[in-house]
C-alpha cells in the first residue's frame, strides 16, 4: 500500500531541523563543558553533538552507554571533555603538520592569482622576481 502525505501534514512538522540549531538558539538543547559547548544533534545510542569552540564548531563527538568518542580517533573517553579536547587537540596537530608540509606559491603561480587575491608578501616577491625571456609570452 503506497501512502501519501498531503501538503497540510508536511506544514505541521516543525520545520527548523534540530541538526541546523546553533548553541545560542534557545530550543537548542547546549551542555556547556570547560570552554566548549555540545549542541545536542540527533541520536540515541549513541547520541551525537557537535562541539563548539567560541563560536566555531570543531567537529562531532558521540555519547555511548558506556563511554564517550568523538569523530577522530578510535579512543574511547569516560567524560565528554576528554571527548571534546582529544578532538580539539587532534586538529591542531593536523593544523600544524598541514602549515608545515605547505610551501608557498612559486611566482609563476602567482602571476596566475588575481590581483586583489594577492597579498602584500606575496606583492613583495612579485617585484622582485624577473621572468626569463622564454616565460614571455605575446598575447
Same mark, same amino acid.
Given at each position: ?71 577522530? +580517533?578510535?579512543?574511547?573517553? #569516560?567524560?565528554?571533555? !576528554?571527548?571534546?579536547?582529544? *578532538?580539539? @587537540?587532534?586538529?591542531?596537530? =593536523? ?16 602571476? +596566475?592569482?588575481?590581483?586583489? #587575491?594577492?597579498?602584500? !608578501?606575496?606583492?613583495?616577491? *612579485?617585484? @622582485?622576481?624577473?621572468?626569463? =625571456? ?6
Amino acid at each position: 500500500m503506497i501512502t501519501t502525505f498531503s501538503l497540510q501534514e508536511a506544514q505541521l512538522d516543525d520545520p527548523r531541523e534540530r541538526i541546523l540549531l546553533p548553541p545560542t538558539d534557545p530550543n537548542a538543547e547546549v551542555m556547556e563543558i570547560l570552554g566548549y559547548n555540545l549542541v545536542y544533534v540527533n541520536g540515541a545510542c549513541p547520541r551525537n553533538y557537535r562541539v563548539y569552540k567560541a563560536d566555531s564548531m570543531i567537529g562531532v563527538i558521540f555519547q555511548h552507554i558506556t563511554h564517550w568518542s568523538n569523530g577522530v +580517533d578510535s579512543l574511547r573517553y #569516560a567524560e565528554p571533555i !576528554d571527548a571534546a579536547v582529544g *578532538l580539539d @587537540k587532534f586538529l591542531n596537530v =593536523a593544523r600544524i603538520s598541514t602549515m608545515a608540509t605547505e610551501q608557498p606559491p612559486t611566482e609563476e603561480e602567482l602571476l +596566475d592569482k588575481e590581483f586583489d #587575491a594577492l597579498t602584500s !608578501d606575496e606583492w613583495e616577491r *612579485l617585484k @622582485k622576481h624577473v621572468p626569463q =625571456a622564454k616565460d614571455l609570452v605575446a598575447v
